[in-house]
């Protein structure tokens, strides 16, 4: 285990695998590296909580206005939840709140699936072979075992009036479950050509 910086003696650094080594026994190269990579993990933590101070005084501020906003209509809103558009009255600038929920599905999606095998089964002598295509391509597992949410709730838009169907799709917008959910804050700038453009908040696109 790695010793607790206030245990290293005087003179003394501490190596990654914990053991410690004299400071004149390290080459001046590994003391600027380690002096260089300090400097920037400081700054970064600083930078750290100024973006997540900035993001809860800007989400406090959105949920705030949506509540002034239904005021004047006699509503009641709850502010901290669905996704809020607002734009600067020239236009120029638009800030989104986006809530990204995480769903999967219970028991009940096996008993859709039941159901449309049966459908299929009826139609295979049929001119269905690409919605047989794209059940099986929705009911598919990735790597880690999952469905794909998006694929299986999309069956919901096709039109199919045999009561089997129906009844599946029923039990697949039952079997739903909302597991958690990630609030998002993003930024524009409206460009010369009128397209928004986003304003990074993150290193990696800046």
């Not at 469905?147 to 129906?166: C, F, K, M, P, Y």
Request: hydrophobic share 40%.
């Amino acid at each position: 285990m790695p010793n607790q910086p206030n245990t290293i003696p005087e003179g003394y650094m501490e190596a990654a695998d914990g053991s410690l080594k004299p400071i004149a026994t390290i080459k001046p190269i590994d003391l600027e590296r380690d002096k260089l990579v300090r400097e920037i993990v400081a700054k970064g933590r600083a930078l750290n909580g100024n973006i997540a101070a900035f993001k809860t005084a800007a989400f406090g501020d959105i949920a705030a206005f949506v509540e002034l906003s239904a005021e004047q209509y006699g509503a009641k809103v709850g502010g901290q939840k669905g996704n809020v558009t607002l734009l600067s009255f020239d236009g120029r600038y638009k800030v989104q709140r986006a809530i990204a929920e995480h769903i999967t599905f219970d028991e009940r999606l096996q008993a859709a699936k039941a159901l449309i095998d049966e459908c299929i089964t009826d139609w295979s002598q049929g001119s269905r072979a690409e919605l047989k295509v794209l059940v099986n391509d929705a009911f598919r597992v990735d790597q880690e075992g999952k469905i794909n949410t998006g694929r299986v709730l999309g069956l919901r838009r096709l039109e199919i009036a045999d009561s089997r169907w129906q009844r599946a799709m029923q039990a697949i917008s039952e079997a739903v479950q909302v597991v958690g959910s990630k609030s998002y804050l993003r930024v524009y700038e409206r460009a010369e050509n009128g397209e928004y453009r986003p304003i990074p908040l993150d290193v990696a696109a800046v």
